[in-house]
């Protein structure tokens, strides 16, 4: 029932028509399993970034942030939650995720926890900033001035070579937000709770439990296409 109702987005009482049960059953059996389906992220979405067999091998490729739809905070309006791509409000291994957040929130600033203008002591040491081994960098598109020493971007001046490799690298990382927006829960409009506190836990967990599942997947026979650095 819980896989029915992330992958199709139904309501519980069409979910309750499909499996002959009330709502008043359905409703509270899908919040346990949701929760536990999410409750696996500490297990599953692990910082990994060497191989264990191979310490030459580095897992951790490239970083990005994904935004999904969700209806209005009517009960906290403000701009912040406005997203431009969809013009409406927003929120091989993976080995972090955090959010949500509001869909003004810049992604330099997920990534450091904090902003460049603000103490690097009072930023999010949780962030994905603090996780990266010194000289090792993640693959990212633009916007990430000021970063070079953590981020590796496309630039002109590499080896024809290195530049498919980061876009591959790149592409590769798309098809895994199109795997979580496979799950319609997250493709369609989030319309689920009511208070703002309450719509980000929810979908905090509709994300996370996406994620694991996207994981297992991942560790089953449905991995994402193979990248290998280029000799260069």
């Known amino acids: 029932m819980t896989f029915n109702w992330l992958e199709c987005n139904d309501t519980f009482h069409v979910l309750a ?131 070079a020493a953590k981020i590796l971007l496309q630039s002109l001046s590499h080896p024809a070579e290195m530049r498919i490799w980061i876009g591959k690298v790149k592409a590769r990382q798309e098809t895994m937000h199109a795997r979580l927006k496979s799950y319609k829960i997250l493709h369609n409009r989030f319309y689920y709770g009511t208070s703002t506190q309450q719509k980000m836990d929810y979908h905090k967990m509709a994300t996370e439990a996406i994620v694991v599942l996207t994981q297992y997947a991942y560790e089953n026979g449905h991995p994402p296409f193979d990248v290998k650095m280029p000799k260069c």
Do not use: M
């Open 17 to 147: 028509g499909r499996w002959l049960q009330s709502e008043r059953y359905i409703s509270p059996v899908v919040k346990k399993y949701r929760t536990r389906i999410q409750s696996f992220k500490g297990r599953k979405i692990k910082f990994i970034f060497k191989d264990a067999n191979n310490p030459y091998v580095f897992i951790l490729s490239s970083y990005d942030t994904v935004n999904f739809k969700t209806t209005e905070f009517a009960l906290d309006p403000s701009n912040k939650w406005f997203d431009p791509k969809s013009h409406s409000s927003g929120l091989p291994r993976i080995v972090w995720c955090d959010g949500p957040y509001p869909a003004s929130a810049s992604d330099l600033t997920i990534f450091r926890g904090g902003k460049k203008d603000q103490d690097i002591r009072t930023w999010d040491h949780d962030a994905l900033f603090f996780k990266i081994p010194a000289g090792k960098k993640l693959v990212r598109d633009g916007g990430y001035a000021g970063e």
